[in-house]
């Protein structure tokens, strides 16, 4: 059995999971978001979805976007 990396949990159905040649092993998504997920620049909260991005920044939404300046971000159009 494997360890996840976030919890320690040893389980029998972990996954790798790689993103930006960092790798890791986790027992569920959960502990997947909480490593791996890039964190809002603004909030802090991680991203689970698409976020936005304004000057090379993640942003979870529009709205942290602007928060941080960057007013020409739109969740609609």
Request: charged residues 20%; hydrophobic residues 30%.
């Amino acid at each position: 059995m494997a360890t996840c990396d976030t919890c320690g949990n040893e389980y029998d159905k972990t996954f790798t999971l790689t993103r930006e040649n960092v790798t890791g092993t986790y027992d569920s998504f959960e502990c997947a978001i909480h490593a791996m997920a890039p964190e809002c620049a603004h909030c802090h909260c991680k991203i689970v979805g698409h976020g936005v991005e304004a000057d090379g920044v993640m942003y979870c939404c529009a709205h942290c976007a602007r928060k941080a300046g960057h007013g020409e971000l739109a969740d609609r159009a």
